[in-house]
Structures are given as structure tokens and as C-alpha cells.
């Protein structure tokens, strides 16, 4: 792999149509969850259904919405995630991450807590994917920012946070991601 | 003549003391009798069945069709009424009871609210055309109802015969009071009367006292056998309501669905979500990104 801009752009380009396609199905995926009550039963990260052996949930149930808001808000956030990810042409290797924290986080939350029977939802993975950006971006910058993702967390955990929607948001899911993303950034900067 | 005036005298002064003898004899006798009585038994019972279906009531088939419970569900918890109390049980200790009880309960995403209804609610043998009034006045989907069955005994043991001194019976614990407690809570759905889980709980205990204080003890071990028989059934109860929200939707037992979406219930379900000053941030950071390359 080249370490020069010129190479790293084209690294970038190279991965942006598996990107586009990525991003397509998962919003094709988040907007059917939404108008489908049968798409969404489908790809709800769900116990019992999981334990039947249903896999795909593990990555599925990320891109799985209960509202508009709720989609609309993730899907604004993941936009803006890829945009800083294209322009430190780091895209495609943020995708591979993502696949891989998908059903890292998956399992932490059905870990983390056994009364949860279903979570759908892609904040968490994004609170990893910010989380995989910053440690990969190094240096004050990437320490700022995620001091700034740890002080985030320290006030959602206070009594009395406000939480804007009207569906119980599951906040260990953004601990858990945002701690999966460091983990994984970590790893992949040492291989 | 003296000899045949000194016979009646002489039987007289025979008589007197056997007389005596007898008299205290019986005396003491009634004494042990009143503290040994050679064992007692007696029960204390509420029976959810006499509650439900009276004698009398006409046999009513249960519906066809799978109840249909919405959750978060709102319950009523109670104890099934009963023509006697269990000895040493006071109307407090029996709130004391419910609160446990209603703890259990609460514990649970899928119960909204709780409520204990007062005994004087139910009558005996209302059935349910009882729970139905108060299901309405409380805006109740389910209730849960304890129901119980006592049984105290009282034996003496070879040392008894102490008692007939009167000393033994204030001091040698020869009385052997034995309670047995068996305690059960239903929940039934309103609408469909479909019974929906149980959870049993039992103890049995015993403790030996002096004659004199066999009522007392009695009291105390029936109390403290209640208590016991309630916290045996409380975890029973936890995992049985859990098992029923878990299953009962897959066994086809009843079609749990959410109350306030009316979708089919998912347990303890939530999302993740950023919210709109999250956003901004991000939309800052991508904003300095860009300026910093322009530079």
C-alpha cells in the first residue's frame, strides 16, 4: 500500500464504489425497516430470533430503525462520518472496520445486558467509527477528540440525561461502540 | 352405744380427705387438661377456585382463541378473600406481603404499574365478575392474586405429663406446635379469564414451647412461616413471569402485542441514536477538516 497523498487518493477512489453500494443498501435497508414492519422484524438485533440461529441480525439490526428521527439523525451522522473518512482517504478501510464491529458490538450488548431483548440502531456503531477515526488520526487532534467522546459518555451515564426520543435509547450501545472502535483502531494501527 | 355413735364419725373423717383428694385430683386434671389437650390441628385457607367458581355457578366454557394481553401490562395484586385470617397475621403484615410481592412485579419492563387492592374490594366469592369491577375502577389488564392454605398443629410429647404439676407446665417446653404454609399467586388475564401463570411457595416449621405458651408460639410460627412461604415463592414468581414474557408469545399460550404501537412485543427493546448537537459536532469537525486544507 503506498503512504504518498497521490497514493492514498487513489486508494480512496478505489473504494468508493464498494462504498456507494455499502451505503445504498444500508439505507435502502434503514428506510425499509421504516415503511415495512416486516423488514424490520427481520433485521431487529433480536435475542430469541438470534439464538434460533439467525446470524445476519448481528450486522442488521445496526441498520434497523424504529422512527424517521431516529433514522434520519443516524444516517445524517454516518454521512458526515464517511465524508471525514473520504477526505483522509480512509473510506474503504472504515467500511472493512465497520464490518467488523458490527457483530463485535452486537455481542457486547447482549452481554452487557441480559434483560435487553432488542436493539436496533446505528449510533453505537458510529460512536465506533468516530472513535476508529480519532485513534487512527493520532496525535493532539485525535486525543482531543476523544476526550471529547469520553466526556460524552461521562454525561449521557448522569441521572437526568435528556434523551430526545420517544423509544428508550440504549446508551451502553454508545459506550460499548465507542470502546469496540478504540480496540479495533488500535489493532489495525499495530498490524 | 359410743361404738355405734363413733362408726358414722369415723366414716365421716374417711370420707373428707378421699373426698378432697378427688376434688383436687379433678382440679388438677382440668388444669393439664386445658394445657394438653393431646394435640389440636386447624387451618386457615383462601382458595382462588372458591373465589373464581363459586358452588353454583353454572360451568362456562373458556372461549376459543388466544388471550390477547398488551404490554406494558397494568396489574392488580391481591390476596383472594377468606373467611379467616391466618393467626398472627395482621392487616399490616399482609401489606407488608403484597409490597413483596408487588416488588417482584416491578422488576419487569413489561408491567407498567402495579397497584395492591385493598381487601375490602373483593368479596367472597365474587368471581369474576368481581375482578371485572375492580379491573375497570383501575384500568387493570391482568390480575394477580395470592391465595394461601395454613395448617397448624399442636402435639405434646412424653414429657407432658409435667403439666399435671402446674410448675411443669410454666417451665418444660413439652408442647411440639407445628405450621405448614403453602402460598400461591395466579395471574389471569381479565378479558379472556385465561389463567396465565403460577408460582407456588411453601414452609414448615416447628418449635417446641412450655403449655402456657403454646398459643403464643403458635401465633409467632404462623407469621414467620407466612413470611417464609411468600419469600420462597418471590423467586418463583420472577422467573416465572420472565419465562411467560419470553415464551409465552412463541407456545401460542397468549399474543402479547405493545399497547401503545400495537405491534407484536419484543421484550425490552430500544435504539441507538445520536441526537442533534451530536450531529453538529461532527458537522464541525468535517467543517475544520476542510478549512485546515484550504489553508
Request: include cysteine; charge should be positive.
Amino acid at each position: 500500500m503506498g503512504t504518498g497523498p497521490a497514493a492514498g487518493r487513489t486508494g480512496a477512489d478505489a473504494g468508493l464504489a464498494p462504498a456507494l453500494i455499502v451505503a445504498s443498501t444500508s439505507i435502502a435497508l434503514a428506510l425499509a425497516s421504516l415503511w415495512w414492519p416486516g423488514a424490520f422484524d427481520l433485521l431487529v438485533l433480536e435475542r430469541g430470533q438470534l439464538a434460533r440461529g439467525q446470524l445476519w441480525r448481528l450486522w442488521s439490526g445496526h441498520l434497523a430503525h424504529i422512527d424517521a428521527p431516529h433514522a434520519a439523525l443516524n444516517l445524517a451522522g454516518a454521512g458526515l462520518l464517511a465524508l471525514i473518512a473520504r477526505r483522509r482517504h480512509e473510506l474503504d478501510a472504515l467500511l472493512r472496520a465497520s464490518a467488523l464491529m458490527m457483530p463485535l458490538l452486537s455481542v457486547a450488548l447482549l452481554f452487557l445486558m441480559p434483560s435487553q431483548q432488542a436493539y436496533a440502531g446505528l449510533s453505537g456503531l458510529l460512536h465506533g467509527c468516530a472513535a476508529w477515526l480519532l485513534i487512527r488520526r493520532g496525535g493532539w487532534i485525535g486525543a482531543a477528540g476523544l476526550l471529547l467522546i469520553a466526556l460524552k459518555l461521562l454525561l449521557e451515564s448522569l441521572p437526568g440525561y435528556p434523551v430526545q426520543h420517544g423509544f428508550p435509547v440504549v446508551l451502553e450501545a454508545h459506550r460499548a461502540g465507542a470502546l469496540i472502535g478504540l480496540l479495533v483502531g488500535l489493532f489495525r494501527k499495530r498490524g | 352405744m359410743n361404738d355405734m355413735e363413733s362408726a358414722p364419725h369415723h366414716a365421716r373423717t374417711r370420707i373428707l380427705p378421699l373426698a378432697l383428694l378427688m376434688i383436687a385430683m379433678a382440679l388438677l386434671g382440668g388444669c393439664a387438661g386445658v394445657l394438653s389437650s393431646y394435640g389440636d390441628r386447624s387451618g386457615h385457607s383462601s382458595s382462588v377456585v372458591d373465589f373464581l367458581y363459586p358452588k353454583g355457578t353454572p360451568f362456562e366454557p373458556v372461549e376459543p382463541g388466544t388471550p390477547r394481553i398488551p404490554l406494558p401490562a397494568r396489574v392488580g395484586l391481591m390476596f383472594v378473600p377468606s373467611s379467616s385470617s391466618p393467626p398472627g397475621l395482621t392487616v399490616a403484615n399482609r401489606e407488608q406481603l403484597l409490597e413483596k410481592v408487588r416488588h417482584a412485579f416491578r422488576e419487569q419492563d413489561f408491567i407498567e404499574r402495579i397497584e395492591i387492592v385493598p381487601d375490602s374490594y373483593l368479596r367472597r366469592g365474587g368471581g369474576f365478575d368481581n375482578l371485572e369491577q375492580i379491573a375497570r375502577m383501575h384500568g387493570l389488564d391482568l390480575v394477580a392474586l395470592v391465595s394461601y392454605d395454613q395448617i397448624s398443629q399442636r402435639n405434646e410429647t412424653g414429657a407432658s405429663f409435667l403439666y399435671w404439676t402446674i410448675i411443669g407446665a410454666y417451665t418444660i417446653p413439652a408442647t411440639r406446635n407445628q405450621v405448614s404454609t403453602f402460598v400461591e399467586t395466579t395471574v389471569f388475564d381479565i378479558r379472556s379469564h385465561a389463567l396465565l401463570l403460577r408460582a407456588p411457595g411453601q414452609d414448615q416449621r416447628d418449635l417446641q414451647s412450655t403449655g402456657v405458651r403454646s398459643d403464643e408460639r403458635r401465633e409467632t410460627l404462623a407469621r414467620a412461616s407466612f413470611n417464609a412461604a411468600v419469600d420462597d415463592m418471590i423467586p418463583k414468581l420472577d422467573s416465572a413471569i420472565r419465562e411467560f414474557a419470553m415464551r409465552a408469545g412463541e407456545d401460542g399460550r397468549a399474543e402479547l402485542y405493545d399497547r401503545r404501537s400495537g405491534d407484536a412485543w419484543r421484550g425490552k427493546s430500544g435504539g441507538g441514536s445520536i441526537g442533534t448537537w451530536e450531529l453538529a459536532l461532527l458537522l464541525g469537525a468535517l467543517a475544520l477538516m476542510l478549512a485546515s486544507r484550504r489553508r
